[in-house]
């Protein structure tokens, strides 16, 4: 049985970019990559995935491209007033944005259901140890559920 979903929203520090979310989440994936860390100034990052369908932005973000360690380009969305990063999209995930949870008006509404690139984890940085974990991403040819990764709540099954 599928739980009821509200919608999510969130959006910058100082409020001239908002989002809403009116999906349930994809995943909600915690992200050890060298990238991660670089762009968070952190060990790593929590990101909720979203299909594109399911959001929406108000206001307009600025944006920074990178290659990330598939070749593939990666965007960040970024507040141009206040610097708050707020989600990614690029080649790899396609038709899903990664917003991060951080920028949630309420980030306890999402738990984290993974840990990948622990591989490139900084020693000081822990993981919860009932979290399924990956040295690098998981294997994305295989439904989440088929390498341990609970489906999100409220999420569809694919």
């Not at 991660?36 to 929406?56: I, M, P, S, W, Y």
């Not at 999209?89 to 949870?101: A, E, H, I, T, Y």
């Given at each position: 049985?599928?739980?009821?979903?509200?919608?999510?929203?969130?959006?910058?520090?100082?409020?001239?970019?908002?989002?809403?979310?009116?999906?349930?989440?994809?995943?909600?994936?915690?992200?050890?990559?060298?990238?991660?860390?670089?762009?968070?100034?952190?060990?790593?990052?929590?990101?909720?995935?979203?299909?594109?369908?399911?959001?929406?932005?108000?206001?307009?973000?600025?944006?920074?491209?990178?290659?990330?360690?598939?070749?593939g380009?990666?965007?960040?969305?970024?507040?141009?007033?206040?610097?708050?990063?707020?989600?990614?999209?690029?080649?790899?995930?396609?038709?899903?944005?990664?917003?991060?949870?951080?920028t949630?008006?309420?980030?306890?509404?999402?738990?984290?259901?993974?840990?990948?690139?622990?591989?490139?984890?900084?020693?000081?940085?822990?993981?919860?140890?009932?979290?399924?974990q990956?040295?690098?991403?998981?294997?994305?040819?295989?439904?989440?559920?088929?390498?341990?990764?609970?489906?999100?709540?409220?999420?569809?099954?694919?």
């Amino acid at each position: 049985m599928m739980q009821e979903f509200n919608s999510l929203t969130g959006g910058c520090m100082c409020g001239a970019v908002r989002y809403s979310i009116n999906s349930a989440p994809e995943f909600v994936i915690q992200c050890f990559c060298r990238d991660c860390q670089l762009a968070t100034g952190t060990g790593h990052t929590t990101v909720v995935g979203v299909l594109d369908e399911n959001f929406r932005v108000d206001g307009a973000p600025k944006t920074y491209t990178t290659t990330g360690d598939t070749g593939g380009k990666v965007v960040r969305h970024f507040c141009g007033t206040c610097g708050s990063r707020l989600f990614t999209s690029g080649d790899l995930p396609g038709p899903l944005r990664m917003v991060q949870s951080g920028t949630l008006d309420d980030p306890n509404r999402v738990t984290p259901q993974a840990a990948v690139y622990l591989g490139k984890a900084a020693h000081w940085d822990k993981v919860d140890p009932d979290l399924p974990q990956f040295e690098g991403m998981y294997p994305l040819e295989q439904p989440p559920q088929e390498v341990g990764i609970k489906p999100a709540p409220g999420a569809s099954p694919r």
